[in-house]
Nanobody, 124 residues
Framework: QVQLVESGGGLVQAGDSLRLSCAASGGALSSLVMAWFRQAPGKEREFVATISQSGVSTFYANSVKGRFTIARDNAKNTVYLQMNTLKPEDTAVYYC?????????????????WGQGTQVTVSS
């Protein structure tokens, strides 16, 4: 059973940066497609970014493209989300997710394991 634990959230001002981390245990990270999702109050969970098992391929939601970067260190069993130029609309709980299948999925129902989430709040 894969377990995911996010960290790095917090309260920042618009324009600031944050780096989220997701530590995986209970399985080899290198076999998993990883992703970040987020959920704002009153809204559905939405896709943010995904990265292939090797880290070679990445894909982003249009709303974060050019500002966020997903990366992974399989040796450390950790996935990262570097968030730059944060905006108030980025405020949400951010979730790390893992998928046993192939790379390229953006639907939350397609992911098999989830972390507990970490709060990111961006003030204007």
């Amino acid at each position: 059973q894969v377990q995911l634990v996010e960290s790095g959230g917090g309260l920042v001002q618009a324009g600031d940066s944050l780096r989220l981390s997701c530590a995986a245990s209970g399985g080899a990270l290198s076999s998993l497609v990883m992703a970040w999702f987020r959920q704002a109050p009153g809204k559905e969970r939405e896709f943010v970014a995904t990265i292939s098992q090797s880290g070679v391929s990445t894909f982003y939601a249009n709303s974060v493209k050019g500002r966020f970067t997903i990366a992974r260190d399989n040796a450390k069993n950790t996935v990262y989300l570097q968030m730059n130029t944060l905006k108030p609309e980025d405020t949400a709980v951010y979730y790390c997710a893992a998928r046993l299948g192939s790379y390229g999925s953006v639907g939350s129902h397609e992911y098999d394991y989830w972390g507990q989430g970490t709060q990111v709040t961006v003030s204007s």
